[in-house]
């Protein structure tokens, strides 16, 4: 279902579950426990991929067939709430999480694509929220993150019209860091991980506590939280490290000039 790699200081976690990769408790699971995993090795980047032609479809057929029957409503509120706690988990986890998204990433699977931290998607990729053309709604706290990363005018464009958009419109609109061509997008989002993984691993954690906090609006709390951060780089022999290397190197310019 998830194929785990260790590369260093990369985790790359690739979905492998039938054609779409949809979500069930097992995937659900599964994907928990590679974050779990990436924590255990304090890895620095998780890379969420598929060995599929698709990253993920949403909500596994057999969950929407669980949500017509007599108590329907409790399976679905359920699984949402499942999916809730899956996508908050990945947004809390100290590791850096990479989404390379290639063929669909719809409903409750673009909620898993959005609550990553970067996203990087192949121009065909087919994104949007279309449950509401079968009477339903995305599950798992997933309009709120459309809302807060594409806008209302974006979101009541895909969720009201269940338009289904490719990974160029996707890029224009703010769901995505990255749109490349499909051949690519392996090598890309490869180099990209490499590039992050590359960075101060505390910097990097301390970077996504604040960008959570300023995603709230605190602006009290983040500064608290700001200046905490700062204590704790200025304490870590790593971050010392590479301030000392850096200050080395302008030093050496500044004697060049």
């Known amino acids: 279902?998830?194929?785990?790699?260790c590369l260093d200081s990369i985790?790359?976690?690739?979905?492998?579950r039938a054609d779409q990769n949809t979500i069930d408790d097992q995937l659900a699971e599964a994907i928990e426990q590679a974050l779990t995993e990436a924590e255990r090795r304090s890895a620095?980047?998780?890379?969420?991929?598929?060995?599929?032609?698709?990253?993920?479809?949403?909500?596994d057929p057999a969950r929407v067939g669980r949500w017509l029957d007599g108590d329907g409503c409790d399976a679905l509120i359920a699984d949402s709430r499942?999916?809730?706690?899956l996508f908050d988990r990945?947004?809390?986890c100290p590791t850096i999480v990479m989404a390379e998204i290639r063929g669909n990433a719809l409903g409750a699977g673009l909620g898993l694509a959005l609550a990553c931290d970067l996203r990087m998607a192949s121009g065909s990729a087919r994104i949007g929220v279309p449950e509401a053309r079968f009477g339903l709604l995305p599950a798992g706290s997933t309009i709120r993150r459309l809302v807060e990363l594409g806008g209302m005018v974006n979101s009541q464009r895909l969720l009201l019209g269940g338009e289904i958009i490719d990974g160029t419109e996707a890029h224009r609109i703010g769901l995505l860091h990255w749109v490349v061509d499909d051949a690519?997008?392996?090598?890309k989002a490869s180099e990209w991980v490499t590039r992050v993984a590359k960075q101060s691993?505390?910097?990097?954690?301390?970077?996504?506590?604040?960008?959570?906090?300023?995603r709230l609006g605190d602006a009290a709390g983040t500064?608290?939280?700001?200046?905490?951060?700062?204590?704790?780089?200025?304490a870590n022999d790593d971050s010392r490290a590479r301030i000392g290397a850096l200050l080395g190197r302008l030093g050496r310019a500044d004697a060049a000039r």
């Open 1 to 5: 279902m998830i194929v785990l790699e």
């Open 11 to 16: 985790l790359v976690a690739t979905l492998d």
């Open 44 to 59: 620095v980047v998780l890379h969420l991929r598929s060995a599929t032609p698709h990253f993920c479809g949403g909500a």
């Open 82 to 85: 499942r999916w809730a706690r």
């Open 90 to 92: 990945i947004e809390a």
């Open 184 to 187: 690519v997008l392996e090598t």
């Open 201 to 214: 691993p505390l910097a990097l954690r301390e970077a996504k506590e604040l960008l959570r906090e300023a």
């Open 223 to 234: 500064l608290a939280r700001e200046n905490l951060a700062f204590s704790r780089l200025l």
